[in-house]
């Protein structure tokens, strides 16, 4: 397994693809209401990502047949924008972006709620967000990487939610996946030694059921098994000689 680490010019590439990001993001966040489809978001998606100089990274990738994904309810992650698919009050929404800028990734998914939306579907967004921010207390070097994954894990299932475990976070850089796998929950042995000029996509996945998760025919969307609701929160990260520094999340 390689891990890259990335010189200070490469560091400055992936804040400007992380910096354009975070504005297609906020923009993409105001457009959330109740009778909005998700296929009109995924289209002012990819116009404003194109728009920046971008370009859509997920959008045919493996096949994926759009530029952002979007997850509503107990869909975890990867649901695919639809024509007919209509955003309702008391819905949760997750947004999974990301894109390229010269030749960089970056990659960040938030959960919304939608309109009013029940005090459980709001504490799971709230707990899958602080989730991310109990994780990345480890995201420094000489810190090993399950240091965060369990740091993630312990937080969320002290709630008693489902840690997904199918799917991981992962390095990024000038692919949208790179070594090492991140996942989320307590696991084996210690991981890599985390160096600084890594970057890294955080991303806990946490469902108010079971762990566990099904597809859907599309072959893309990621059910929870059990039909509870599910909650995704991304960010890319650098690791530094200090405090991390979240790259698609300005101060
Ligand atoms: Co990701």
New binding site residues.
Partial sequence: MAVSIKSAREIEKMRESCRLLEGVFNHLAKMIEPGITTWEIDQEGEKEIRACGGVPNFLHYQGYPASICISLNDEVVHGIPKKGRVVQEGDIISL?A?LIYNGYHS???RTFPVGKISEEAQKLIDVTKQSFFEGIKYARAGCHLHEISSAIGTYAESFGYGVVRDLT??G?GTK??EDPEIPNFVCKGRGIRLQPGMTL?I?PMINAGTWEVEWLDDDWTVVTADGALSAHY?N?VLITDGDPEILTLSK
């Fill in positions: 999974d990301g990659d960040m998914a976070g992962h990024i949208l996946h996509a991303e991304e890319t």
